[in-house]
């Protein structure tokens, strides 16, 4: 994953070793959990669903129906879509939070997160309410005298985005909060000092120190709405299919072996969506961009 | 200017995550059977079912229960995962981090049947142990995302300088390291909490009939046959109790989340 | 300097983690207020020991099977019953059951034929002896005795409407539904996702095919009608939004399921429904392969067919029972809504076994074509 990038230079090799130490063995216990609650499950269910099926089969049905391969199409670019409005909302939103006095920092932080003790169904079905035609949204427009919107945001991708991001947005701001929070803030000010304007300032020195944080919360929250069922289904409605839903029905039908390789398939384009992204961060790197 | 426009953003944003909850408060007062808006008439009636009917009691605590103690083993072990992950170079390490942070991608009914599979074999269907496993895999995640974005940066000095001073790995964890990152721990947490409550699909296979079901796994029971208010009742009920623990901890002590070796590098 | 805070803070959340834990496993062997006398299952157990495990769906339908079946059959038999009210992924938790050797239910239901004949075949369904039952000499329903299930209730997809909205004293058939101009207004649909042959197959007989001609369903011609009120056409995605559709004035006429119209019209009595064109299934009780309590299920399926029994379900969720003799006692306005009604009947068709099975062959492929025309 990103977030894991290349570890500080000092801490590797012998010489550190004796002072900082990463025992690899720290891992185990997870890994043992790992294993026993999720891949030892994964593995039974592929020998369920791949060795009785025709894998071959599955995979040609898969890539002939256009409607899967629309469906994955569009899966990854509401997810992308998500990523980007919501870490582009979150930095501003961490930025000002970190910046309060601390009675008020802490006061928006709680307002950042008690919300999301609201059960995901709730979410939903209030964003429906809000975002039907009829909803509080058009009776909002109507108040305003503006023209009624008709559900222009409803059962469509524009709702999955407003819903989506508004359930990762606390996931993408706080990790954010954290980064900006480790800022040195005597570094903006000698900046200042030195005659650079804020937008140099941000540029030069709070963005780059904040831009791990943010290609963190970008992937954390893009590999988080490609698995999503729940929301999509409701505020996405029949006619923006997420990928998730589709395995859900497959399932249902009792289809295992195809909805084995749909699941396989996301994991898979996942994977190598990532790799991608690995890579083009270390080229930006490499050439000094970030 | 460019302050206040700032400021009329946040408020925005503030707004912006706290509509759907403002939305539940009305459609949890209708006296209707349905969660219809605007409510037809009002009524207290749900949140007397909330807190009386043991249908909602049961699967509520239950919940809240499986979610703090699945949030804690994740918290603690992927902290302690997410060290050697972030911060030293091995075979394997970029693999193994995906494989870990997997199970957030992964459609959760593909794992549900193996899992059902494998409890089932144990002999442990329903038994706690496979849904705090269970829970904590798939909250590791964002646990170690989380806490690994904030060892990354982490300032090796520190330990180095404790260390010829003679203290040991764990003191050094829990004293040095722990105090520094602990805001990160504490979202950790409280994502992992978060996430745990949430989950439906796996729970829903490793539950046995008759056993009481965790608040999510309850809700989807009746997401088909109802829409009833009780439902909002119950998220406006916690979020409120939430309010009030937060707004609480945030008065009596602002202080935890500044203040020297709190995430401040000197 | 901040020591002090900081251990107040540490002390007070252990304190609500102690509190939350406390209070949970106080509470866990707690039992639903539903299912009276159930016994505690204990952890790591396949089944209730002793007891019958049935498994349907939730909400008001689940209270209504433990209200008008459960209780009284508990009563007569001392037999303890444990309702487990999911029914979300029944065909996927059957197949996972059987594949651990572990079944978990003794007695299932709430979906239809095709589904349940599927999964007869696979072999993951008990073959139903009607003679032991009793039931193949009761007059029942047609269709109710299955080898793989009884028949549990009528189901059925009928125009529903808002009759304010339509010329007075209008009784919409399933040809004016797709008619636009004589009926303009919003059309409540389903998204998919659950029978994605029935409304296709609604549209062709809309369009003029015979039910006995139906089957292969000639999609392009099913879909061409569609279309002709894609346009004005609202969707749901569940049950409940089906009624909520209707409740919240999004649609002025729908294709839904008899029982939700009628639960809908308590709330709203402007809300009527019309069997002219509808289609009619049946919804089924089965008994999985390798259930541990089967003849207790035999039992309690028998218990279903009593004709007070099944009134009394009708009377509180509007689906019609499979034994005639319900229907006499039945209070005179439900008469006259519910499917079993011979007036109401009379204008409703259904698939044959046969058709059945087809159907339970491209159910995958309906669900495809359904969801792309959807979607597009």
């Known amino acids: 994953m990103t977030a894991v990038a290349a570890p500080p230079t000092k801490d590797v090799g012998r010489a550190r070793g004796q002072f900082v130490r990463h025992p690899a063995w720290l891992a185990v216990p997870l890994l043992i959990v790992f294993v026993l609650a999720f891949l030892y499950p994964l593995l039974r269910m592929g020998e369920v669903a791949l060795l009785r099926g025709d894998v071959v089969d599955n995979v040609t049905r898969l890539i002939d129906t256009p409607l899967y391969v629309r469906v994955l199409g569009r899966t990854f670019q509401i997810a992308l879509m998500v990523a980007l409005v919501t870490v582009a909302l979150a930095y501003p939103l961490a930025a000002f939070i970190s910046r309060r006095s601390d009675r008020v920092q802490a006061l928006l932080l709680v307002l950042l997160f008690v919300p999301m003790l609201t059960s995901v169904v709730v979410r939903a079905y209030s964003w429906v309410t809000i975002l039907r035609p009829n909803g509080v949204l058009d009776g909002i427009a109507n108040m305003l005298g503006l023209p009624p919107l008709g559900g222009a945001f409803f059962e469509n991708e524009a709702g999955i985005l407003i819903g989506m991001v508004h ?63 729940i929301t999509p289904s409701i505020l996405g409605g029949p006619r923006a299919l997420m990928l998730g839903v589709l395995v859900q029905r497959q399932m249902a039908l009792n289809d295992f072996p195809f909805a084995g390789v749909l699941s396989i398939t996301l994991l898979a384009t996942t994977l190598i969506t990532l790799i991608l992204l690995r890579l083009a961060v270390r080229r930006f790197r490499a050439v000094g961009l970030l | 200017m460019a302050a206040r426009l700032h400021g009329v953003f946040a408020a925005a944003m503030v707004v912006y995550l706290l509509l759907p909850l403002a939305i539940a408060v009305p459609l949890s007062l209708t006296s209707s059977e349905f969660m219809t808006f605007p409510p037809r008439g009002l009524s207290l009636r749900w949140y007397e079912e909330f807190f009386t009917d043991a249908q909602w009691t049961g699967p509520t605590m239950f919940s809240l229960a499986l979610a703090a103690v699945a949030a804690t083993l994740a918290t603690l072990l992927g902290s302690l995962a997410a060290w050697p992950l972030v911060r030293r170079r091995f075979v394997g390490r970029a693999s193994l981090a995906a494989l870990l942070g997997s199970p957030i991608v992964v459609p959760a009914i593909s794992v549900a049947i193996g899992a059902f599979l494998v409890w089932a074999g144990l002999r442990l269907l329903g038994n706690p142990v496979s849904l705090v496993a269970t829970h904590v895999v798939l909250t590791a995640p964002f646990v170690l995302l989380v806490v690994g974005a904030a060892l990354l940066e982490f300032d090796a000095d520190h330990i180095g300088a404790a260390r010829t001073l003679g203290a040991n790995g764990p003191t050094i964890a829990r004293r040095i390291v722990a105090p520094q990152i602990l805001p990160s721990l504490i979202a950790a947490w409280l994502f992992a909490f978060i996430t745990s409550l949430d989950e439906v699909v796996i729970t829903s296979f490793l539950l046995t009939a008759g056993q009481v079901p965790t608040l999510a796994v309850f809700i989807f029971s009746q997401v088909h046959w109802s829409s009833s208010p009780a439902i909002a009742a119950s998220s406006v009920v916690l979020v409120g109790i939430a309010l009030v623990i937060g707004l609480g901890i945030a008065r009596l002590a602002p202080l935890s989340i500044s203040g020297p070796g709190m995430g401040r590098p000197r | 300097m901040s020591r002090g805070p900081d251990r107040a803070l540490l002390a007070v959340l252990i304190g609500l983690l102690i509190v939350v834990v406390g209070c949970s496993t106080g509470q866990a062997p707690a039992q639903p207020t539903g299912t009276s006398g159930a016994t505690d299952a204990p952890t790591g157990s396949p089944a209730v020991a002793g007891g019958l495990v049935i498994n349907s769906c939730g909400g008001l339908y689940g209270e209504s099977i433990e209200t008008a079946f459960i209780a009284p059959f508990e009563e007569d038999t001392g037999i303890d019953v444990v309702y487990d009210p999911n029914c979300d992924d029944q065909t996927t938790k059957l197949a996972a059951h059987a594949e651990a050797g572990q079944v978990q239910w003794d007695v299932i239901g709430g979906f239809g034929g095709p589904l349940y004949k599927d999964l007869h075949d696979q072999g993951l369904l008990a073959t139903i002896d009607h003679e032991a039952l009793g039931s193949d000499v009761m007059g029942l329903a047609e269709g109710a005795t299955q080898p793989f299930g009884l028949g549990f209730h009528h189901d059925g997809v009928v125009v529903g409407y808002h009759a304010s909205q339509l010329p007075e004293g209008a009784t919409p058939t399933v040809e004016d539904y797709f008619d636009l101009e004589a009926y303009p207004g919003a059309r409540g649909m389903t998204g998919g996702g659950f029978e994605d042959w029935t409304r296709p197959a609604l549209a062709l007989v809309a369009d003029g095919v015979e039910p006995a001609d139906l089957i292969p369903l000639d999609w392009e011609r099913a879909f061409a009608k569609l279309d002709t009120i894609k346009d004005e056409a609202v969707f749901w995605t569940g049950g409940t939004e089906m009624m909520t559709v209707m409740l919240e004035d999004r649609a002025v006429m729908c294709l839904c399921s008899d029982a939700r119209m009628l639960q809908a ?80 009947l009379s204008g409703t068709w259904a698939f044959t076994p046969e058709q059945d099975a087809w159907l339970a062959e491209n159910a995958s492929d309906a669900s495809e074509r359904y969801s792309t025309w959807v979607s597009e």
């Open chain 3, 265 to 344: 019209q308590r709330e709203d009595d402007d809300i009527k429904l019309s069997f002219d064109g509808a289609l009619r299934s049946m919804i089924f009780w089965a008994i999985p392969e390798g259930a541990p309590h089967s003849d207790m299920a035999l039992e309690f399926l028998a218990s279903t067919l009593d004709p007070e029994r099944q009134a009394h379900f009708t009377e509180l969720i509007g689906y019609s029972g499979v034994n005639g003799a319900s229907y006499d006692l039945l209070p005179a306005e439900l008469q006259s809504q519910v499917l079993v009604n011979p007036e109401n």
């Open chain 1, 167 to 229: 359930l990762m947005l606390p996931f993408a701001a706080l990790p954010l909060y954290a980064a900006f929070r480790r800022l040195d803030p005597q570094l903006p000010l000698a900046a200042a000092t030195l005659g650079a304007s804020p937008a140099r300032q941000w540029l030069r020195i709070v963005g780059p120190l904040t831009l791990p944080s943010a290609l963190a919360a970008f992937v954390l929250v893009f590999i988080t709405t490609l698995g999503f069922v």
